[in-house]
């Protein structure tokens, strides 16, 4: 039988190369690539010198403390992302050919989100022991540098090209403990929130604005942070302590507003803010979706559709 040459070996060599400058791309560094492909930084940039050197062109523009990658370093980047999206389209394959779902998901949720999902993972656990689920807290993500499988992003616009199915709605609402306003008194206006204790989760220390809207006006309002935490957790925490108010995601404080802890504020008046919106389960598209996958998409949508029933002000 006549073998065939599909490839030439120079261009099978550089194959790692080519998904090793991929990484370089997306990470900024070959510090950040190294770390996410577990080599040294040096190997990371000798394997992009290598490329270079096998298409006679420059990719990246090198200093001593900053790289560039330039014009022809952004159209071979387009096909060398192709190397790593088909490689993790052979894992999705062996998953597939799989009957019981196994490994590892690696999910991104964010902030507002965060304590809600992860009180529902260890059902999930008990339910497909065979999975693995690590859980990322934030609210931006790169499916492909980040490694994430999963991602919900709150968002009016989900990411385009990708699988976007609606989970639910985020609200924010606006609250204190009894305690704290016998103490300090009642709010009437956003205005007023400038003289209060406040406890944002998140923004700058020194400019925290929370923006409002009611039927007839908006108003934003420069707030004094006495306590500022990036956990949703802890600032609710706080607020039921009595040391403020806060701004909550609703799904976070509804339990401690129908159990009397806390009471709501400025009912006429909704918070517009960049973490609240339409909340979506996104991942990659494509026939190839991995049975573990499969499994933890369609056990959250369920857990979360049942779970947002319930965070409704009576």
């Known amino acids: 039988m006549e073998s065939k040459s599909y490839l030439p070996k120079d261009h099978v060599e550089v194959l790692p190369c080519m998904a090793a400058f991929a990484v370089v791309v997306e990470s900024g560094s070959f510090v950040e690539a190294s770390a996410k492909i577990g080599v040294t930084a040096s190997a990371v940039s000798k394997q992009v ?7 006679s062109l420059r990719l990246i523009d090198r ?7 330039n014009a022809e370093g952004h159209q071979i980047y387009k096909y060398c992302k192709l190397v790593l999206e088909s490689s993790a389209n052979i894992f999705r394959v062996k998953d597939r050919l799989i009957d019981t779902p196994q490994g590892i998901v690696r999910m991104g ?66 609250c ?47 707030i004094p942070g006495r306590y500022l935490s990036d956990c949703p957790e802890a600032a609710l925490t706080a607020t039921v302590a009595g040391v403020g108010v806060s701004c909550l995601p609703l799904c976070l404080a509804i339990d401690a507003i129908l159990n009397k802890q806390l009471t709501t504020l400025l009912p006429e008046w909704s918070y517009r803010g960049t973490l609240q919106g339409t909340a979506w389960i996104v991942y990659q ?25 319930a965070w409704v002000l009576k």
């Open 49 to 55: 010198s290598k490329l270079e050197q096998a298409l």
């Open 176 to 222: 204190a403990s009894n305690d704290y306003i016998e103490k300090s008194g009642p709010v009437s206006h956003p205005d007023e929130l400038s003289e209060h204790s406040c406890i944002p989760f998140i923004g700058d220390l020194d400019k925290q604005y929370w923006k409002f809207k009611s039927a007839q006006e908006n108003c934003d309002v420069l």
């Open 63 to 69: 200093t001593t403390r900053s790289l560039k990658v």
């Open 285 to 309: 598209p494509g026939q190839l979706l991995s049975k573990r996958i499969k499994v933890l998409v369609d056990y959250v949508m369920s857990e979360l559709e049942k779970s947002s029933r």
């Open 109 to 174: 949720v964010p902030k507002s989100l965060y304590a809600t999902c992860s009180k529902m993972i260890p059902k999930f656990l008990s339910q497909f022991r065979d999975v693995n689920v690590q859980l990322v807290c934030g609210e931006k993500f790169d499916f492909v540098a980040d490694g994430i499988d999963v991602g919900v992003v709150v968002t009016n616009r989900p990411p385009e090209g990708m699988v976007a199915r609606r989970l639910c709605d985020v609200d924010f609402v606006l």
